[in-house]
């Protein structure tokens, strides 16, 4: 998932992996959970943990 836009080969190889890009809008739960740990993305597995987090 994303706060920021992406791409369209970074959406196009993070769909040839397998993966769903998910952009948050401004103000979601989301978006709130992303700015709280200070980063604009994360990797999150399908069971819900987070994998990978980051700008």
Do not use: F, N, Q, Y
């Not at 998910?22 to 200070?38: A, D, N, Q, T, Y």
Request: charged share 20%; net charge positive.
């Amino acid at each position: 998932m994303s706060s920021v836009s992406v791409t369209g080969a970074r959406r196009a190889g993070v769909e040839r992996r397998g993966g769903v890009l998910l952009l948050v809008p401004p103000g979601s739960e989301l978006h709130c959970w992303l700015r709280r740990g200070h980063v604009t993305a994360a990797i999150v597995r399908p069971a819900g943990t987070v994998l990978r987090a980051g700008a």
